[in-house]
């Protein structure tokens, strides 16, 4: 169980927005530290979506957005496009344990 | 171009020892702590300690220490995982990645290493 929770799984349409929601406590997110997303397909590299809150690496498509507030971080992906499909998760640092944490992973179907 | 290059499937048997590896390639590697990511059949992803190869200094995980070795050789631009003795529950994908953003921000991911160890 970690630390960072997220939903199992989240759906939406081509074209449309979906959210996906990563929520911490006050030794993590609340605490300050930085959110980062990665984008996963099984069996492949994952890839880093966005780090420090906002920010997204070169190559990384605008669609792809994300905020924090509070001891919650959410990742928006608009225009869903089927190549979205994939496993998302958030990973930030929780001072409690001392160590980088990952969510549990949302599992996005475009459908 | 940065690139992270593990690797191939290893098969083992219980009690067997292991080591695989993680060459970096593309920019300055001493430069940047490596992490290590391991992904159980069906599951998320479990952060299990990095290594800063620039000194070697290591860092692991509660639920890691005692059980893998994290080792770096600089000259070769390459991270190692190492285990003395597999169980059955280390079955899984094993991720390097490269700490590039505070926090322990990722910025570029290998392309895993399956392990798998069965009797």
């Known amino acids: 169980q970690s630390v960072l929770t997220q939903p199992p799984s989240v759906s939406g349409a081509p074209g449309q927005t979906v959210i996906i929601s990563c929520t911490g406590n006050?030794?993590?997110?609340?605490?300050?530290?930085?959110v980062h997303w990665h984008q996963h397909l099984p069996g492949t590299a994952p890839k880093a979506l966005i780090h420090g809150n906002n920010n997204r690496p070169s190559g990384v498509p605008e669609r792809f957005s994300a905020s924090k507030s509070g001891t919650s971080a959410s990742l928006a992906i608009s225009g869903l496009r089927a190549e979205d499909e994939a496993n998302y998760y958030c990973?930030?640092?929780?001072?409690?344990?001392?160590?980088?944490?990952f969510g549990g992973g949302t599992q996005l179907t475009v459908l | 171009e940065v690139q992270l290059v593990q690797s191939g499937a290893e098969v083992k048997k219980p009690g067997e020892s292991l080591k695989i590896s993680c060459q970096g390639s593309?920019?300055?590697?001493?430069?940047?702590?490596i992490a290590w990511v391991r992904q159980m059949p069906g599951a998320g992803l479990d952060w299990m300690g990095t290594i800063y190869p620039g000194d070697s200094d290591t860092r692991y995980s509660p639920s890691f220490q005692g059980h893998v070795t994290i080792s770096v050789d600089p000259s070769t631009n390459t991270a190692y995982l190492r285990w003395s003795s597999l169980k059955a529950s280390d079955t899984a994908f094993y991720y390097c990645?490269?700490?590039?953003?505070?926090?322990?921000?990722?910025?570029?991911w290998g392309q895993g290493t399956l392990v798998t160890v069965s009797s």
């Open positions: 990645a490269r700490v590039n953003f505070g926090d322990y921000g990722l910025d570029r």
């Open positions: 006050s030794s993590n997110i609340g605490a300050g530290y930085d």
């Open positions: 990973q930030s640092y929780d001072s409690s344990l001392s160590d980088s944490v």
């Open positions: 593309g920019y300055r590697f001493t430069a940047y702590w």
